[in-house]
């Protein structure tokens, strides 16, 4: 891991730290695959303009391949035989043995694992975010869904390790299966997820509450309001559980016109939602750990919406006080908290 930058270092609040290497650009699963990885340098991109623009304090992480490491570490939520083929360059996600497939499927788990010892270096609020994270379809023994290493299930476990306790959040628009998964019935552990209920991978119909896993499937077509609905009631379950950290898998694909969801979200329902949870976080004094997930609308609404909620979680980091009290997310949280 390498620190190339930060915007500006004289800002000691609220810092923003981003995963990224060029050689993220290197998922590419197939001509025509609707994964395309340019989603990923573009929207740091535009993180980096915001936060020149802005006075942010950023800091750009650069992750590097170590196979040994990735072995190690991504052992604490895959078996040993899913690794040794995956170390083997063997994979469902594509044909045959690729080693270079292999070798970016490592280094995106990678970005989270450094985002994550970063933060455990010096626990402190903030934002950490890699744009190639969240792959949460992976399961303990097969990948699934574009997702070999399952790195905010490996996040949850290396946090609850450390004492904390977690509040997993995914308003992707695929249910976060393989998350949930790893990571049900796992003492300090909750897993919220809000999905298309009408779409691959058609799990997470139910909601576990014994088992710290909490689903809201919605129909199709659902929108902003039901996006709102449901952080309503996730932001309770944070307010009563009281998490140390929350992870975030701000998949883009709930937007209108993604060609793998019905959902219809907007770009400022998305930056609501994210608004909402970092109120919250600012209420309870937390970090929070964010993935990009999925978005296929790479080139435009997809870093569009990775940036908006950033942005709007910093924002409510930063200023809680002094935002417009008429907001009804900040009227929801000064009434829960």
């Not at 995956?86 to 690729?98: A, P, R």
């Not at 139910?206 to 710290?212: L, Q």
């Not at 930056?271 to 296929?296: E, M």
């Not at 609308?297 to 940036?307: G, I, N």
Request: hydrophobic letters at 40%; charged letters at 20%.
């Amino acid at each position: 891991m390498t620190s190339e930058m930060s915007s500006n270092p004289n800002n000691p609040t609220v810092p923003v730290t981003v995963a990224y290497t060029p050689r993220y650009l290197d998922w590419q699963l197939g001509t025509g695959h609707p994964t395309n990885p340019e989603r990923a340098r573009i929207v740091v991109d535009q993180i980096i303009t915001w936060a020149a623009t802005a006075g942010v304090d950023l800091r750009l992480i650069r992750p590097e391949l170590d196979l040994h490491r990735m072995l190690q570490e991504a052992g604490l939520v895959h078996d040993h035989r899913y690794l040794t083929d995956l170390h083997d360059g063997l994979s469902d996600e594509w044909s045959g043995s690729n080693l270079e497939l292999r070798d970016t499927a490592a280094v995106m788990f990678q970005g989270t694992v450094d985002l994550v010892e970063d933060l455990l270096a010096e626990w402190r609020t903030g934002i950490w975010f890699n744009p190639q994270g969240a792959k949460h379809h992976a399961m303990r023994d097969r990948s699934g869904g574009f997702c070999v290493l399952n790195d905010m299930a490996w996040a949850a476990r290396r946090l609850v390790a450390a004492g904390k306790k977690v509040m997993y959040v995914d308003w992707d628009a695929h249910h976060g299966d393989g998350v949930e998964a790893l990571l049900a019935d796992t003492p300090g552990i909750l897993t919220c997820s809000i999905h298309d209920g009408t779409i691959f991978p058609g799990t997470g119909k139910n909601s576990r509450p014994k088992d710290g896993v909490h689903n809201w499937s919605l129909a199709a077509g659902s929108d902003d309001t039901d996006l709102a609905a449901a952080m309503h009631e996730i932001l309770d379950l944070a307010y009563n559980q009281g998490p140390d950290v929350i992870l975030l898998a701000c998949g883009a694909d709930g937007l209108a016109g993604d060609p793998l969801s019905t959902l219809k979200y907007s770009l400022e329902g998305i930056g609501a939602a994210a608004r909402s949870l970092g109120f919250c976080a600012a209420d309870i004094d937390i970090p929070v750990i964010v993935g990009g997930a999925g978005g296929y609308q790479p080139l435009t609404e997809t870093p569009a919406a990775w940036t908006e909620t950033i942005r709007n979680l910093h924002e409510a980091l930063m200023t809680p006080e002094v935002v417009d009290s008429n907001d009804p997310w900040v009227q929801f949280c000064r009434n829960n908290h």
